[in-house]
């Protein structure tokens, strides 16, 4: 069985003091619910007290970005060879770094594989907009993203890699993809696609998250469903109880 993993996705919220204080809470409260992998993703700033403070607690810690290069003249940039030690785990092509940040196909895959070159374990995510999702061209675009994605990732590495589905439309909106939609789309086409890249036996080991407006009320549906092996969760994993609640809905469901 794929185990589950839940990571919050904590965006540019929290000030270090926060953080440090919500995993200080959060811990002791994740701690029996071993069966599920629980991730959390601070802001850069927040890494390093963040995996200080979950050392021993079974908790690990994402980075939300990372550039491609180990290091060099790239202003402003965080680089895997820094992650490593501070990081198991690193979202790549978060839609908003593609909206806003100009992250592109090519920069995810070059991401992808610096990270993996690094030991670090890419959250690889993607998804469609609202336009390409009601013009009928979800599964091309989704389809498209994980192939350019893992374009030259060997299959050994496939180990090392979550891939999560996020409709751009259902991120901080509130309106979120049924967990059958959502089932389709991450069994149909993206494990699918993983199949046709890597074989079905690779296809069915590898991790696949939903994420967009996921929260304690939706997580039992989406974790229901066979093909979701766990959610990007934003928003409710702000929340110590919300977060907690997520990670007993993800057991309750599997029935682990
Ligand atoms: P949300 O964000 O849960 O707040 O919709 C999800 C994400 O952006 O990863």
């Not at 908790?59 to 003249?73: D, L, M, N, P, T």
């Not at 806003?100 to 993607?126: F, M, Q, R, W």
């Not at 890249?197 to 590898?206: E, F, H, M, S």
Request: net charge negative; with cysteine; charged share 15%.
């Amino acid at each position: 069985m794929r185990t589950p993993i839940i990571a919050g996705n904590w965006k540019m919220f929290k000030l270090l003091s926060e953080s440090v204080t919500f995993v200080g809470e959060l811990a002791p409260r994740l701690s029996a619910l071993t069966s599920v992998e629980r991730v959390v993703c601070p802001t850069y700033l927040a890494l390093a007290s963040v995996a200080e403070a979950l050392k021993g607690s079974g908790i690990k810690v994402g980075a939300q970005s990372v550039h491609w290069e180990a290091q060099g003249a790239f202003t402003s940039q965080i680089s895997p060879w820094m992650l490593q030690g501070l990081a198991e785990y690193v979202i790549i092509g978060h839609s908003e770094c593609r909206a806003y940040l100009n992250e592109t196909d090519e920069t995810v895959n070059k991401k992808v594989k610096a990270s993996l070159a690094y030991g670090l374990k890419p959250i690889i995510a993607v998804g469609e907009s609202l336009q390409q999702n009601e013009a009928g061209q979800t599964q091309q675009i989704v389809g498209g993203q994980v192939r350019a994605a893992l374009n030259g990732v060997d299959a050994a590495n496939m180990a090392n890699i979550v891939i999560a589905y996020e409709p751009i439309w259902a991120i901080g909106t509130g309106k979120n993809a049924s967990g059958e939609v959502a089932n389709s789309i991450i069994g149909g086409t993206i494990r699918a696609t993983l199949a046709d890249l890597y074989g079905n036996d690779i296809a069915q080991t590898v991790r696949i998250q939903y994420g967009g407006s996921v929260k304690p009320e939706n997580m039992f549906e989406y974790m229901s469903q066979p093909d979701i092996d766990g959610a990007l969760v934003g928003g409710a994993s702000l929340k110590v109880n919300d977060f907690v609640q997520l990670v007993e809905a993800a057991a309750k469901a599997k029935g682990i």
